[in-house]
């Protein structure tokens, strides 16, 4: 199903086609509401950052410093798979030293 859903409760599948839930975002109202220079300009170095992009409301964060981990260039790499860039993300400096720890934090809630 493809449509607009509005809901207070978790929904893991679709109600019409029980297919896994996807999420996607209405991209023209998010400009309205955010920006790259919004982003950039806060202080805050984790994944909260984004917050309007998440399924969370601000006043239910909690954050032991997940996310925002730095990515390095990988130029040898790249040129061998005739790539334009590429960089790798050092998710082991999340909490817990895996990527996980994005999705379990969400999971709280
Ligand atoms: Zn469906």
């Known amino acids: 199903m493809v449509g607009l859903l509005i809901f207070n409760e978790v929904i893991y ?10 999420i996607t975002f209405n991209i023209d ?3 309205e ?4 220079t919004l982003f950039a300009k806060r202080s805050i170095y984790s ?3 984004y917050v309007e992009l998440l399924p969370i409301s601000p006043e239910n964060i909690y ?7 730095p990515t390095v260039k990988s130029k040898n790499l790249a040129e061998y798979l005739k790539a334009s860039k590429l960089n790798f993300k050092f998710e082991f400096l999340n ?4 990527f996980k720890d994005r999705e ?6």
């Not at 909490?95 to 895996?98: A, K, L, N, Y």
């Open 104 to 109: 379990a934090i969400n999971s709280y809630f």
């Open 29 to 31: 109202a998010l400009k």
């Open 33 to 36: 509401k955010v920006s790259k």
């Open 13 to 22: 599948r679709c109600p019409s086609c029980n297919s896994l839930t996807e």
């Open 47 to 49: 994944m909260w950052r």
């Open 95 to 98: 909490p817990t030293g895996s």
């Open 63 to 69: 954050s032991p410093g997940e996310g925002f981990t």
